[in-house]
C-alpha cells in the first residue's frame, strides 16, 4: 500500500510563513505528479500547486509569487513553502501524488490533510 504523510500545517498571523511537507512511503516504483490542494470551509477543494517529477511548476493564481512547490526525489517528498500568508489561505491542505507500483499500476492518493490558519 501506499500512504502519504503530511506535516507543518498550524497557526501564523497574517504575512507569516509556513513550509509544507509530504511525504510518499509504500510499494513505489515511482512517484509521477505530486502536488498540493486545499479545501475552506464551504468551498470546494482546489489546486494550490502541482509539480511533475520532471521540474516545472503550476500555481493557482492567488497563490502566484507567495508560495512556492519543490520536491526531493530521493526522499520521494513535496514540500510548499506559504510566505506573505492572507487570512483566506486559511483552509485544510492536502498533499496529492500519482504513484506507480511495481506492476506497473499508476493510482492517486490523497494525505490526510492538515489545518493552516491564518488568524491575527
Known amino acids: 500500500q501506499v500512504q502519504l504523510v503530511e506535516s507543518g500545517g498550524g497557526l501564523v498571523q497574517p504575512g507569516g510563513s509556513l513550509r509544507l511537507s509530504c511525504a510518499a512511503s509504500?510499494?513505489?516504483?515511482?512517484?509521477?505528479?505530486m502536488g498540493w490542494y486545499r479545501q475552506a470551509p464551504g468551498k470546494q477543494r482546489e489546486l494550490v500547486a502541482t509539480m511533475p517529477s520532471g521540474g516545472s511548476t503550476n500555481y493557482a493564481d492567488s497563490v502566484k509569487g507567495r508560495f512556492t512547490i519543490s520536491r526531493d526525489n530521493g526522499k520521494k517528498s513535496v514540500y510548499l513553502q506559504m510566505n506573505s500568508l492572507k487570512p483566506e489561505d486559511t483552509a485544510v491542505y492536502y498533499c496529492?501524488?500519482?504513484?506507480?507500483?511495481?506492476?506497473?499500476?499508476?493510482?492517486?492518493?490523497w494525505g490526510q490533510g492538515t489545518q493552516v490558519t491564518v488568524s491575527s
Open positions: 496529492n501524488a500519482f504513484v506507480v507500483n511495481y506492476r506497473i499500476e499508476r493510482r492517486e492518493y
Open positions: 509504500g510499494s513505489i516504483f515511482r512517484v509521477d505528479n
